[in-house]
């Protein structure tokens, strides 16, 4: 079928910078973690979060829900609360009563914090100069993904360049502290900015805890992710061929979908057989246009100018490609896996997609904490995706649990473009 039926095809009701899942169901790194406080503070911000949803969520009806009542009830546990974290949760449950993705809060002690704040600063721009005065969005950190799993916290993704990488986190690694206290995403690394730390992990059950040394940074989220494409780029040898891997952590900028192009025109995987495009975890936020490259009827364009430096236009990938996909796919990832597989441009290999696809937009509350609210319902190719995901072609089961680096769905992925046909 030509791609361009594709194209007109997928209806994305996306708002300009909205293109974000909802609730990230990745990490310890996102739950609400922060210092205990002194003094109880009002119920102001838990009100203004509730008007919040109340005016711009996407369903007028509110799902059907009385807003008042729902807010009374987790208003007295937000009072209750005498922590940040206690705080946050009282707002996160009022927001899951509503099952719908792209609802969260999230204060200043988690990654998704800065993450989400950057990915939406176009719309926060008056705002943020409160909360950061110079102008950039940072945090200390070291470069990971964390999933929860049975009260454990264990590493999901390692970003590949940065401190945990460096340090040797291998996914699966059960994290148990950081210098002999117990291991917070953010807090953890407070004041440590170029200091070398103990992070203590478990790499197997009930195993003996292992001390790496890691070198914190003051990480920008959108360069981590951008820099972590190119640092993770890498050929595979396997059945005398060579397969390209790439991961894309987020998918909130076209900067992203650049790196992915200078990385298959010029880069490390121009001379690939193959390819594998993880999008696993992470952010969201991608333009189904981005499943242009895939179309082999499109022509490449290439722009030398007059020193003769040549830069990419528009690149096509014309050789076997294949998808990994799990349940942290999410947001506009899911419309990529949806049309990647209609389409049939290569097998989809790992587990069903997170079923999170609505848009979504990010407030800065006055207490400088971070809310997003689904405020736009999405369909593809006139099919709602929200709650339901998208199935790979070949299903594989990956338990993060000890896994200490393995990653059968990957494994997968070359044993398929392995057999495939050279083209």
Same mark, same amino acid.
């Given at each position: 079928?030509?791609?361009? $039926?594709? &194209?007109?095809?997928?209806?994305?009701?996306?708002?300009?910078?909205? #293109?974000?899942?909802?609730?990230?169901?990745?990490? #310890?790194?996102?739950?609400? *973690?922060?210092?205990?406080?002194?003094?109880?503070?009002?119920?102001?911000?838990?009100?203004?979060?509730?008007?919040?949803?109340? !005016? *711009?969520?996407?369903? +007028?009806?509110?799902?059907?829900?009385?807003?008042?009542?729902?807010?009374?009830?987790?208003?007295? !546990?937000?009072?209750?609360?005498?922590?940040?974290?206690?705080?946050?949760?009282?707002?996160?449950?009022?927001?899951?009563?509503?099952?719908?993705?792209?609802?969260?809060?999230? $204060?200043?002690? *988690?990654?998704?914090?800065?993450?989400?704040?950057?990915?939406?600063?176009?719309?926060?721009?008056?705002?943020?100069?409160?909360?950061?005065?110079? @102008?950039?969005?940072?945090?200390?950190?070291?470069?990971?993904?964390? +999933?929860?799993?049975?009260?454990?916290?264990?590493?999901?993704?390692?970003? #590949?360049?940065?401190?945990?990488?460096?340090?040797?986190?291998?996914?699966?690694?059960?994290?148990?502290?950081?210098?002999?206290?117990?291991?917070?995403?953010?807090?953890?690394?407070?004041?440590?900015?170029? #200091?070398?730390?103990?992070?203590?992990?478990?790499?197997?059950?009930? %195993?003996?805890?292992?001390?790496?040394?890691?070198?914190?940074?003051?990480?920008?989220?959108?360069?981590?992710?951008?820099?972590?494409?190119?640092?993770?780029?890498?050929?595979?040898?396997?059945?005398?061929?060579?397969? %390209?891997?790439?991961?894309?952590?987020?998918?909130?900028?076209?900067?992203?979908?650049?790196?992915?192009?200078?990385?298959?025109? $010029?880069?490390?995987?121009?001379?690939?057989?193959?390819?594998?495009?993880?999008?696993?975890?992470?952010?969201? @936020?991608?333009?189904?246009?981005?499943?242009?490259?895939?179309?082999?009827?499109?022509?490449?364009?290439?722009?030398? !100018?007059?020193?003769?430096?040549?830069?990419?236009?528009?690149?096509?990938?014309?050789?076997?490609?294949?998808?990994?996909? *799990?349940?942290?796919? &999410?947001? %506009?990832?899911?419309?990529?896996?949806?049309?990647?597989?209609?389409?049939?441009?290569?097998?989809?290999?790992?587990?069903?997609?997170?079923?999170?696809?609505?848009?979504?937009?990010?407030?800065?509350?006055?207490?400088?904490?971070?809310?997003?609210?689904?405020?736009?319902?999405?369909?593809?190719?006139?099919?709602?995706?929200?709650?339901?995901?998208?199935?790979?072609?070949?299903?594989?089961?990956?338990?993060?649990?000890?896994?200490?680096?393995?990653?059968?769905?990957?494994?997968?992925?070359?044993?398929?473009?392995?057999?495939?046909?050279?083209?």
């Amino acid at each position: 079928m030509q791609f361009s $039926t594709l &194209r007109s095809g997928i209806a994305l009701r996306l708002a300009a910078g909205l #293109a974000l899942v909802g609730v990230l169901i990745l990490s #310890a790194s996102f739950a609400p *973690n922060a210092h205990a406080e002194a003094t109880k503070p009002s119920a102001a911000v838990f009100d203004e979060a509730w008007r919040l949803v109340r !005016d *711009n969520f996407y369903d +007028r009806t509110l799902k059907g829900l009385d807003w008042d009542k729902v807010g009374e009830a987790h208003r007295r !546990d937000y009072l209750a609360a005498s922590t940040d974290k206690e705080r946050s949760a009282a707002i996160n449950a009022m927001l899951k009563e509503l099952g719908a993705s792209h609802m969260m809060h999230a $204060t200043k002690a *988690n990654p998704a914090y800065y993450q989400l704040t950057d990915i939406f600063s176009w719309g926060l721009r008056n705002d943020l100069p409160r909360y950061f005065p110079d @102008g950039k969005i940072s945090y200390p950190g070291i470069g990971i993904f964390t +999933r929860d799993v049975d009260g454990k916290t264990f590493v999901s993704g390692v970003l #590949a360049g940065l401190p945990g990488d460096k340090g040797g986190l291998k996914v699966g690694d059960e994290l148990i502290s950081v210098d002999g206290t117990p291991f917070e995403p953010v807090d953890s690394f407070r004041d440590k900015i170029g #200091a070398s730390v103990l992070v203590s992990v478990r790499r197997e059950s009930q %195993g003996p805890e292992v001390s790496l040394s890691v070198m914190p940074e003051q990480l920008a989220p959108g360069k981590a992710f951008e820099a972590s494409i190119r640092d993770g780029a890498r050929i595979i040898e396997a059945g005398g061929r060579r397969i %390209g891997y790439i991961r894309i952590w987020s998918y909130a900028s076209q900067r992203y979908q650049g790196a992915l192009e200078a990385e298959l025109a $010029t880069g490390k995987l121009k001379d690939a057989d193959a390819l594998i495009w993880d999008l696993r975890d992470g952010w969201g @936020g991608a333009q189904a246009e981005y499943l242009d490259i895939f179309n082999p009827r499109g022509p490449d364009m290439q722009l030398t !100018d007059r020193d003769g430096s040549a830069s990419v236009a528009a690149f096509k990938w014309r050789k076997p490609v294949a998808l990994l996909i *799990n349940g942290g796919t &999410r947001s %506009g990832k899911e419309v990529l896996t949806y049309g990647f597989k209609k389409y049939g441009f290569g097998e989809v290999v790992g587990e069903r997609t997170a079923g999170a696809l609505l848009a979504g937009r990010g407030f800065l509350l006055s207490d400088g904490s971070f809310l997003m609210v689904a405020v736009n319902d999405v369909s593809v190719d006139g099919e709602r995706l929200e709650g339901k995901g998208v199935e790979p072609s070949i299903e594989v089961p990956f338990d993060l649990r000890y896994a200490a680096g393995r990653d059968p769905q990957l494994d997968k992925a070359v044993e398929i473009l392995v057999a495939a046909p050279r083209g």
